[in-house]
């Protein structure tokens, strides 16, 4: 009998014609395909069996999450190279005779049979897209996993977003330094005094709402849907002694209620709007701040012609997710009344925060698992390699967009040539 690297590498030749993108070990120890290509281990058929039941991107993550499928040396590396090779090569279209033979050799390789149990951790949703239950039910999925991990995974100020690196060549300067140095540019931005009035929509782990008090004297509003962030960033305001300038509210954005704030900030929060809401979000923001208060939005972007998300992310990290280019949340800010002042890509930073949460991941595998499991971690493990490629290669970004509501008189109420937002020293 062939080998089953050999099996296998003709079963692909059928979709993907010419020299195999990665290099093949089978469950029988066989190996095929170029010696400088990723070696990719398929340790039972049922790796096969996922993909026939599943075809595409969902079936592959989940024969590698379950461990049916493993790649070889660091993760990022072998998708970059195996999807270059793939993209530079048109996929055939298999004639009658062709979809006959493979399937023929996808049965003698074991891939008939019932479909595999699916590994635990999808999200399971229900409701209208985007009502505030099923917005509820989403940010739990991904935000309650547990706040244990996150603080293993994240920097001493749990900040859950893209860092600002200022001193990237600097070996002394860490994702802690990246992060604070970013809390510190959204203040400026924002151009927070003591006793001015900001509203945290989506404040995560109250990286920055913490920040603000704490360095700016802000009085904080902090609004998120997650009960464990919500207790999380009550408790911490109270250890770090900001409690009397801290408000921490269980709400959905649509139930912010009230006006007359200095500045708002969404700091990777409008990703999980959806289009359709966008607008109203936007404009729910303009109302929220006086005339002449500022905005500041962190959020994610697709490149013009990438679809940005995929159906891994939607499943088991970030389900009901939703990215424009950056020019259309422009017009939707612009729509609802909002300046925009400025724009700044983050990009290039958010490749560096990712692969510095990648190194610790891996640092502190054993740690990962005994929190939340080895399928979970692996999740993470491909969910980062799978983000940070992603911003490298541009098929997605991140952008600061600073708006304000003008004044009645259509003023901003802003210098006409601002100085620069950052120095690049950190604070003190």
Same mark, same amino acid.
């Given at each position: 009998?062939?080998?089953?690297?050999?099996?296998?590498?003709?079963?692909?030749?059928?979709?993907?014609?010419?020299?195999?993108?990665?290099?093949?070990? @089978?469950?029988?120890?066989?190996?095929?395909?170029? !010696?400088?290509?990723?070696?990719? #281990? +398929?340790?039972?058929?049922?790796?096969?069996?996922?993909?026939?039941?599943?075809?595409?991107?969902?079936?592959?993550?989940?024969?590698?999450?379950? /461990?049916?499928?493993?790649?070889?040396?660091?993760?990022?590396?072998?998708?970059?190279?195996?999807?270059?090779?793939?993209?530079?090569?048109?996929?055939?279209?298999?004639?009658?005779? /062709?979809?006959?033979?493979?399937?023929?050799?996808?049965?003698?390789?074991?891939?008939?049979?019932?479909?595999?149990?699916?590994?635990?951790?999808?999200?399971?949703?229900? /409701?209208?897209?985007?009502?505030?239950?099923?917005?509820?039910?989403?940010?739990?999925?991904?935000?309650?996993?547990?706040?244990?991990?996150?603080?293993?995974?994240?920097?001493?100020?749990? *900040?859950?977003?893209?860092?600002? &690196?200022?001193?990237?060549?600097?070996?002394?300067?860490? +994702?802690?330094?990246?992060?604070?140095?970013?809390?510190?540019?959204?203040?400026?931005?924002? $151009?927070? =005094?003591?006793?001015?009035?900001?509203?945290?929509?989506?404040?995560? &782990?109250?990286?920055? #709402?913490?920040?603000?008090?704490?360095?700016?004297?802000? =009085?904080?509003?902090?609004?998120?849907?997650? =009960?464990?962030?919500?207790?999380?960033?009550?408790?911490?305001?109270?250890?770090?002694?900001? !409690?009397?300038?801290?408000?921490?509210?269980?709400?959905?954005?649509?139930?912010?209620?009230?006006?007359?704030?200095? @500045?708002?900030?969404?700091?990777?929060?409008?990703?999980?709007?959806?289009?359709?809401?966008?607008?109203?979000?936007?404009?729910?923001?303009?109302?929220?701040?006086?005339?002449? /208060?500022?905005?500041?939005?962190?959020?994610?972007?697709?490149?013009?012609?990438?679809?940005?998300? $995929?159906?891994?992310?939607?499943?088991?990290?970030?389900?009901?997710?939703?990215?424009?280019?950056?020019?259309? #949340?422009?017009?939707?800010?612009?729509?609802?009344?909002?300046?925009?002042?400025?724009?700044?890509?983050?990009?290039?930073?958010? #490749?560096?925060?990712?692969?510095? &949460?990648?190194?610790?991941?891996?640092?502190?595998?054993?740690?990962?698992?005994?929190?939340?499991?080895?399928?979970?971690?692996?999740? &993470?493990?491909?969910?980062?390699?799978?983000?940070?490629?992603?911003? *490298?290669?541009?098929?997605?970004?991140?952008?600061?967009?600073? *708006?304000?509501?003008?004044?009645?008189?259509?003023?901003?109420?802003?210098? *006409?040539?601002? !100085?620069?937002?950052?120095?690049?020293?950190?604070?003190?």
């Amino acid at each position: 009998m062939r080998p089953a690297a050999d099996r296998l590498a003709q079963l692909l030749g059928h979709v993907l014609p010419g020299p195999l993108p990665v290099r093949i070990r @089978a469950w029988d120890g066989s190996r095929t395909g170029p !010696a400088d290509a990723p070696l990719v #281990t +398929l340790r039972s058929p049922r790796a096969l069996r996922r993909l026939l039941w599943q075809p595409g991107e969902l079936g592959l993550a989940e024969a590698y999450v379950t /461990g049916d499928l493993d790649v070889e040396g660091d993760l990022v590396h072998a998708l970059s190279q195996a999807g270059r090779t793939v993209r530079d090569r048109p996929a055939a279209r298999p004639r009658p005779a /062709g979809m006959a033979a493979a399937a023929a050799l996808a049965v003698r390789l074991g891939a008939a049979g019932p479909p595999p149990p699916r590994p635990h951790g999808r999200a399971r949703l229900s /409701g209208p897209p985007h009502s505030a239950s099923r917005d509820r039910a989403a940010i739990s999925h991904h935000y309650d996993l547990s706040n244990d991990f996150y603080a293993l995974l994240l920097d001493p100020s749990m *900040a859950y977003s893209c860092a600002y &690196w200022t001193r990237p060549d600097d070996p002394a300067y860490t +994702l802690a330094d990246a992060q604070r140095d970013k809390l510190e540019l959204v203040c400026r931005k924002l $151009g927070l =005094r003591a006793g001015d009035r900001l509203l945290d929509v989506g404040c995560g &782990w109250g990286s920055l #709402t913490v920040h603000a008090a704490r360095e700016h004297e802000a =009085r904080v509003t902090a609004v998120t849907l997650s =009960r464990a962030q919500r207790d999380f960033v009550t408790e911490r305001a109270a250890r770090e002694g900001v !409690a009397d300038l801290v408000d921490v509210r269980l709400l959905h954005w649509r139930h912010i209620d009230g006006g007359g704030y200095d @500045a708002a900030a969404a700091i990777e929060m409008g990703e999980h709007v959806g289009d359709a809401a966008y607008p109203a979000f936007a404009t729910k923001l303009h109302d929220a701040l006086r005339p002449g /208060g500022r905005l500041l939005i962190q959020q994610m972007s697709r490149g013009a012609h990438a679809p940005g998300g $995929g159906a891994f992310i939607e499943t088991y990290i970030a389900p009901d997710m939703h990215m424009r280019p950056v020019g259309r #949340t422009v017009d939707l800010l612009e729509d609802a009344g909002l300046e925009v002042r400025a724009t700044e890509s983050l990009r290039e930073h958010y #490749t560096t925060t990712i692969d510095a &949460w990648r190194a610790t991941l891996e640092d502190r595998w054993d740690e990962v698992r005994a929190l939340v499991g080895e399928t979970t971690g692996r999740v &993470w493990r491909l969910y980062l390699a799978g983000a940070s490629l992603a911003f *490298a290669e541009r098929r997605m970004g991140v952008d600061q967009i600073l *708006a304000v509501r003008p004044t009645r008189e259509g003023n901003s109420a802003m210098p *006409a040539t601002p !100085a620069p937002w950052y120095t690049a020293q950190s604070p003190a």
